[in-house]
């Protein structure tokens, strides 16, 4: 089984997901990145689009605008500044 990446997306206003997937795809601000379990530690900052978090063959969306990503040896954390659920807009 391969490894998963833990994941967390926050905004202001709350939690949106936190759990441990295979994928993550997300914009930043030089350009749209993917992070697996295992990936080099770096920060960047974020622009408006979607994160696309991949697990067992499921694609959840989420449409984000603002923010950091966190890439560290524990995972990946986005803090966005307005974020919801692709299926809420």
Known sequence: MAAKLHFSLVSPERELFSGDVDQVDAPGSEGDFG????????????????VRVYDNGRIRTFNVRGGFADVTGEGLTILAEHAVEAAEA
């Open 35 to 50: 992070v697996l379990a295992g990936h080099a530690p770096f920060m960047t900052a974020l622009k408006e689009g979607q």
